[in-house]
């Protein structure tokens, strides 16, 4: 069964520090990871990232990807409060009939307080 | 570009009641997923399709649970009769193609008595 980790599960930062979040995987037919913010509502679309070493970079999100060691990291740094939300990890491996089935983690919450 | 639309948005029902959620992907979106997202997990996948045919469908509780897509576009999602485990969001996605990432809607949160 394919299963996602990430930790730590809670964060609480104050504004204007820098936070790493981790996500390890164990996945057959392994095709991408997404990140995604979620806030009180539906998740919003980070990155995606196939690719092992290439970061991936929004402003001041960035991401790597580790095929070998089956792990991600999203960094954020210079923390506002905005950024307050859970993260969620998701793997998408390849299923049966050409499906492709994303996995998702408990995911991390973060708290960022002035 | 408008986004992924569901309505209702929230709405409480009592066990053995039946229930309908619909969904309206993003234009142009060929593949539609039904998630359902307990309370301080990620989302769990119901239910895939590919306009309007079935693509994955493992993990949807038959006895209970039916999803359409008659035109391959709009989706709607039924629960009948609810149980109170059935309380959660249930947030309908949709991508381009049958991979990649998947953009979701707002959701709605059912709740069980």
């Known amino acids: 069964e394919d299963k996602v980790v990430q930790s730590p599960l809670s964060l609480v930062v104050h504004e204007g520090d820098t936070v790493t979040l981790n996500c390890s995987y164990e996945?057959?037919?392994?095709?991408?990871l997404l990140w995604y913010k979620q806030e009180k509502k539906a998740p919003t679309f980070l990155f995606m990232l196939?690719?092992?070493?290439i970061e991936k970079k929004s402003g001041r999100l960035s991401s790597i990807l580790d095929k070998k060691e089956l792990f991600s990291i999203l960094n954020i740094t210079a923390t506002q409060t905005g950024d307050s939300a859970v993260y969620l990890c998701?793997?998408?491996?390849?299923?049966?009939?050409?499906?492709?089935?994303?996995?998702f983690g408990k995911g991390t919450k973060l708290s960022v307080i002035p | 570009e408008a986004g992924v639309a569901q309505s209702p948005r929230y709405k409480i029902i009592e066990k053995r009641q039946s229930v309908a959620f619909w969904c309206n992907p993003i234009?142009?979106?060929?593949?539609l997923y039904w998630y359902q997202q307990i309370l301080g997990q990620g989302p769990k996948l119901l239910i895939q399709?590919?306009?309007?045919?079935?693509?994955?469908d493992s993990q949807l509780p038959k006895d209970r649970f039916s999803a359409e897509r008659l035109k391959g576009v709009d989706s709607t999602l039924k629960i009948q009769p609810a149980k109170l485990e059935d309380s959660a969001v249930y947030l309908c996605?949709?991508?381009?193609?049958?991979?990649?990432?998947?953009?979701f809607g707002p959701g709605t949160r059912l709740t069980v008595t």
């Open positions: 996605a949709s991508s381009s193609g049958l991979a990649g990432g998947r953009y």
């Open positions: 996945v057959t037919n392994f095709r991408s």
């Open positions: 196939t690719s092992s070493g």
């Open positions: 998701a793997v998408e491996a390849r299923g049966g009939a050409g499906s492709y089935q994303l996995t």
């Open positions: 234009s142009g979106h060929a593949t």
């Open positions: 399709f590919q306009n309007n045919g079935v693509v994955d």
